[in-house]
Nanobody, 119 residues
Framework: QVQLVESGGGLVQPGGSLKLSCAAS????????MSWHRQAPGKERELVAG????????NYADPVKGRFSISRDNAKNTMYLQMNSLKPEDTAVYYC????????????WGQGTQVTVSS
């Protein structure tokens, strides 16, 4: 049974920080590139950040560059998203994803965790 379970979301003030976690099970986590996506109300789901299977390379969407950091601990089957200097426009449901081994598209999705940035 494949599972991706996000945690760490919540309400935070602008300028604050949150660290999201994604706990993976049911597949060989260390063999897969992983990514974080988000979907704000009324908007399309968008890629936030991605990381290669070994954690050696990362990529970020322009709006979060310099503020967010993606990482993973393959020994713990867990991926993280450190979010700093949060802005109201970061408010969204954040989803953990395991990427297709082709490098395109998503194989598995988590159910999401709500991040709300508001004063």
């Amino acid at each position: 049974q494949v599972q991706l379970v996000e945690s760490g979301g919540g309400l935070v003030q602008p300028g604050g920080s949150l660290k999201l976690s994604c706990a993976a099970s049911g597949f060989t986590f260390s063999s897969y590139a992983m990514s974080w996506h988000r979907q704000a109300p009324g908007k399309e789901r968008e890629l936030v950040a991605g990381i290669t299977s070994g954690g050696g390379r990362t990529n970020y969407a322009d709006p979060v560059k310099g503020r967010f950091s993606i990482s993973r601990d393959n020994a713990k089957n867990t991926m993280y998203l450190q979010m700093n200097s949060l802005k109201p426009e970061d408010t969204a449901v954040y989803y953990c994803a395991a990427d297709r081994r082709s490098g395109y598209g998503t194989l598995y999705w988590g159910q999401g965790t709500q991040v709300t940035v508001s004063s």
